[in-house]
């Protein structure tokens, strides 16, 4: 139980296009879902969270602009690069968990993670 | 502020034990959780403790000490599939998830 997909694995993409990344919980229902980012022998960093149903909460230096994220249902969030540049290039991971904020604790699954490079 | 510390690298052998600790101070605790992760790949869920005392689970057990922000991961019968790195997080009164650095763990032959 408890298996995150990300989609695609690997993505490849010309300086200004918009990237679209998928997280998808497949076995349960993700209140709240994470979208973090890594950089090569970095510690994951904490992009956003979101809870379905509502406006996504940015971390500190995050662009909410350029970071667009969507949590439709209670199985699906979606990421989307805008206006993507090399310096976007990065390991960028979701996760899940079925606990909403002040509900209870709940674990993150992670998805396998999704890698952009931007040209 | 915020902190989990955990070293950045250690190095054991194939069979042997490998003890790898971690303090953190936080606003609040909610419980301490460690994952592994292998290059290049995402984290997957070792063990969560909210508890005092040992989970044992496997190879793998996990400690907490709540009264001194300390916990610790220990890997028993070492094999080189358990080199990677291993992250230890814990989730504050906000329940967020404070992340440490991670250690790299180098498996030997």
């Known amino acids: 139980g408890a298996v995150v997909s990300q989609h695609p694995s690997w993505v490849i993409c010309k300086s200004g296009t918009s990237v679209k990344i998928e997280c998808r919980s497949l076995d349960f229902q993700a209140t709240t879902m994470f979208w973090y980012r890594q950089f090569p022998k970095q510690s994951l960093m904490l992009m956003a969270t979101s809870n379905e149903g509502s406006k996504a909460t940015y971390e500190q230096g995050v662009e909410k602009d350029k970071f667009l994220i969507n949590h439709a249902s209670l199985t699906l969030s979606t990421l989307t690069v805008t206006s993507a540049h090399p310096e976007d290039s990065s390991f960028y991971i979701c996760?899940?968990?079925?606990?909403?904020?002040?509900?209870?604790?709940?674990?993150?699954?992670f998805g396998p993670g999704t890698r952009l490079t931007v040209l | 502020g915020q902190n989990i510390d955990q070293p950045t690298e250690m190095t054991a052998t194939e069979g042997a034990i490998v003890q790898i600790n971690c303090t953190y101070q936080?606003?609040?605790?909610?419980?301490l959780f460690w994952y592994q992760q292998h290059a290049g790949e995402a984290p997957t869920f070792l063990s969560y403790n909210v508890l005092d005392g040992l989970e044992e689970k496997g190879r793998f057990s996990s400690f907490l000490s709540r009264s001194k922000g300390y916990s610790y991961l220990l890997l028993k019968e070492l094999q080189m599939k358990d080199s990677a790195s291993y992250l230890c997080a814990v989730m504050d009164s906000n329940y967020q998830l404070i992340w440490g650095a991670g250690t790299k763990l180098i498996i030997k032959p």
């Open positions: 996760s899940a968990s079925s606990a909403s904020g002040s509900s209870g604790v709940d674990t993150q699954y």
């Open positions: 936080t606003s609040g605790f909610n419980g």
